[in-house]
């Protein structure tokens, strides 16, 4: 008899508490805010950050071999072709793009 009523206590106490179970903790989509750490995102923001020396070195080397890029076109038009015109091409690509990478970075 006293089985029976245990039994029964059981039965009525997980059918009570079957409807508040979520499933398992940490699936990761219904996880809270405030269960991340506090400081990891201000860590990884710190190291992002870019130099800003040699950022503006590279902006002077940027406008610098900018303006030499008139005088080349000038020179193609009457049919003499610069040996470095295309590496200085290529470096103001790499400069630009590397500046414009660092300028995303440090949007808030």
Same mark, same amino acid.
């Given at each position: 008899m006293n089985?029976? $009523?245990?039994?029964?206590? !059981?039965?009525? !106490?997980?059918? !009570? #508490?079957? +409807?508040?179970?979520?499933? +398992? !903790?940490?699936?990761?989509?219904?996880?809270? $805010?405030? #269960?991340? +750490?506090?400081?990891?995102?201000? #860590?990884?923001h710190l190291s992002d950050r870019p130099d800003l020396r040699e950022l503006k070195r590279d902006a002077e080397e940027l406008a610098n071999l900018s303006q030499t890029i008139p005088a080349d076109v000038e020179a193609i038009s009457r049919g003499l072709l610069s040996s470095n015109v295309n590496e200085r091409l290529k470096r103001i690509e790499k400069l630009s793009k590397k500046l414009h990478d660092a300028v995303e970075r440090s949007k808030p």
């Open positions: 089985t029976i $009523r245990l039994s029964t206590f !059981v039965l009525l !106490v997980c059918s !009570v #508490a079957w +409807p508040q179970y979520h499933g +398992p !903790v940490g699936n990761g989509h219904d996880r809270k $805010r405030w #269960a991340e +750490p506090p400081e990891q995102h201000n #860590a990884t």
